[in-house]
């Protein structure tokens, strides 16, 4: 961006809650064609929330709907990520608010991401659909290093979720907590955890607890992106969902309830719809514009 161009506006909107102090927020740049890689993530600095998203004009081949398909990048206040599921839904319900519900696309990093957006009863309510997904094993010394990071001993995981790396846009590392308060007591070494997460390719570490068969709480550490921790994660719900559908811990087909947020004071709830025959996983969530 020359010094004589004007700064582009800077939305700023929260996703995954309908009201403005819920959910985790997210700045928006509607246009960010004029801008380089350092302006964005001057900007994602500059407003310090986990990511950031900066829409760009779309490739030729993405194809979707003319003046409703885009390019959009993601820069948390440290670096880039290739994909980021809060800020696309943050993204989504602004350009619902000025062009319309209905569908969008974006090309990421990682692959077009196409979202669904409608209204239900005055709130606006975005849909994406992810990448393709895939689950890898951890090795037991990297497993190791991440629960001593986390100050977790290895009795505290809960032993019906074994300990994977999940992928459905970005990486994970999924965890799971025996109890709520296990979860709930999360003070972890940021510079061993961060050191960790780089070295895996980790965008987060996804912990979670289950409340009942499609009921879960997650936190997740983010490290590596400058914050202590996502207030809540589309990205990693997406992956967790693949996870579990995987691993036989929920059915082929079924729509599970994520709360994350309560123990930072800002409660959030995505839906994670997985469809039989569709390795992709849908997250949903609505949204509101910070004032």
Not at 123 to 137: D, G, K, Q, Y
Request: proline share 7%; net charge negative.
């Amino acid at each position: 961006m020359t010094t004589n161009a004007p700064r582009p506006e800077v939305l700023r909107y929260t996703a995954f809650s309908s009201a403005p102090d819920g959910g985790n927020p997210a700045g928006v740049v509607l246009d960010a064609t004029a801008l380089d890689d350092n302006d964005m993530l001057a900007i994602a600095a500059d407003l310090g929330y986990s990511e950031s998203a900066f829409l760009t004009a779309p490739p030729e081949s993405l194809g979707g709907q003319e003046g409703r398909a885009y390019g959009i990048r993601y820069f948390s206040p440290k670096a880039e990520v290739p994909f980021c599921g809060h800020a696309t839904v943050a993204t989504a319900v602004a350009l619902a608010e000025r062009i319309g519900t209905g569908e969008l696309v974006f090309a990421t990093r990682v692959g077009a991401v196409p979202v669904e957006v409608a209204e239900e009863g005055g709130t606006v309510r975005a849909t994406l659909t992810s990448v393709e997904p895939h689950i890898e094993e951890i090795a037991d010394a990297d497993l190791t290093e991440a629960l001593a990071a986390l100050g977790w001993p290895a009795a505290d995981l809960d032993p019906a979720f074994p300990p994977r790396i999940a992928f459905a846009g970005a990486r994970h590392l999924v965890l799971a907590a025996a109890t709520r308060a296990r979860l709930a007591d999360l003070a972890y070494d940021f510079a061993r955890l961060e050191a960790l997460m780089h070295r895996l390719d980790l965008t987060t570490v996804q912990l979670v607890w289950r409340e009942s068969a499609t009921v879960f709480h997650v936190r997740d550490p983010f490290p590596v992106g400058g914050v202590v921790e996502d207030p809540a994660t589309g990205a990693a719900a997406a992956a967790f969902g693949a996870y579990a559908r995987e691993l036989g811990l929920v059915p082929e087909d079924a729509v599970l309830t994520l709360h994350q947020g309560e123990d930072l004071g800002r409660p959030g709830e995505l839906t994670v719809m997985l469809r039989a025959g569709d390795a992709r996983v849908r997250v949903s969530g609505t949204g509101a514009r910070i004032s």
